[in-house]
């Protein structure tokens, strides 16, 4: 629907809009009202988290082309599924790399399906933006949910393994010279969550994603200056060079990601409460698990030997 | 799909029998496959249940099986109960000079995948073929390995008396 078009359907007569437009007077007003406007429309697409709507079968039927994405395209490796427990909730957490194609999350998520079986619960946060992107709806049925804390503790109370990536939008579009660092910027609403639910972290690192395009910036200040922060929840505005498009702004419509290696390796879980005593301090928890996943990403770093070929 | 090898192994049959039949020893040869777990009450028999993997490009497949054929010592078949569409099965037959010849056969796939699933399984088998072929060298050399052992410690036996 046209930004007019919705205007109308609000209860705005034209002459309202265009005094409005009179009083704002410059162009920066009516970007900013236009941005709003296709803000609100997200909002409202955002699909409403019903963990039913995860759909097994149609899972199933879908990893032998994840399968060929990932083993061809990717040739994927993922190490130590082992390490998560064979029942019962657990929270994933991995750093995410990749711009907006996320090729670590095709590889985990046909490893973690095919390794426990499609009837293990297992669900995805995602940021509000990915769900509500036309096209992008069969994304539902693989189990991804909106990201906030309600969607989360809802899928951990149901017993389902729970995949989160604390680092989101600010870590997925880091440039590329910094692929190999693992940036949550503070974010530690995963460790809150963990404790209150009482549930294990396992820690999932991978390497390769930041290669899939030349990652040039966040394009934070671009990001402010749009007040995409406010309307969109997103905090950045990243610029790369990827396919099809040469210079990619925003990644909005996604690129053709460049064949990278990804590797992936699952980490021990971390029972909080064992290791940090009944009340444990959110930083040290943050940085102990910080250092860790840095650890695990500098050593496969170092089995590297080039660039996208792995 | 369907992927197969076979060989012949310098033993009785009841001595590949027991190897092939024996899910504690499935990890020592066969190859590519990353867990061979009993899932039942009864370890062996019909009916009996495991939970096996195979490491297929980049992702672990496989899933819940069980024994739906089990002749000692000839023939040993399973079924997929969850996971990926599957169909195993251990033939052995005895061959000249006291030898065995033991084939294994993987029929796999998933209903229901179109034209991905089509072209996976396609480019799928010759990992899965060279894993079959694998275990079938490992379980000629394994079996090899103890028919000697056991005939040196006979030879020490006697020996010894």
Known sequence: MAVADRARSNGHTAQERHQAETEHGSQGSLLRRALREVASQAQRRIPRADLDERDPDFIRERLPLMWLMASLWYRGEVRGLGNVPDSGPVLLVGNHSGGNMTPDTVVFTLAFNTYFGVERAFYQLAHNLVLSMPGLGSLRKFGTVAASPQNARTALEAGAALLVYPGGDYEVHRSSWEGNRVDFDQRKGFIRLALQQNVPIVPVVSIGGQETALFLTRGERLARLFALDRLFRLKVLPISLALPWGVNVGDMLGHIPLPAKITVETLPPIHLRDEFGPEPDLDEVYDHILRLMQDTLDALAAERRLPVIG | ?161
């Open chain 2, 1 to 161: 799909m369907r992927a197969q090898a076979r060989t012949t192994i310098s033993a009785p049959i009841e001595a590949v029998w027991a190897t092939v039949s024996d899910p504690e020893r499935m990890l020592s040869f066969m190859s590519g496959v990353t867990r061979w777990e009993v899932e039942s009450d009864e370890p062996t028999g019909l009916g009996a249940r495991y939970r096996m993997l195979m490491r297929v490009g980049s992702a672990e497949i496989g899933g819940l099986i069980e024994i739906v054929e089990w002749e000692p010592p000839h023939e040993l078949a399973w079924t997929s109960i969850t996971g990926i569409d599957q169909r195993g099965r251990w033939r052995l037959r005895p061959a000249p000079g006291g030898r065995t010849g033991a084939e294994i056969r993987l029929a796999y796939g998933v209903a229901g995948s179109g034209l991905a699933g089509w072209m996976a399984e396609r480019i799928a088998a010759p990992v899965v073929t060279s894993h079959l072929r694998s275990s079938c060298h490992q379980l000629a050399r394994l079996i090899d390995h103890e028919q000697t052992r056991e005939r040196a410690a006979a030879r020490r036996a006697t020996q010894a008396g």
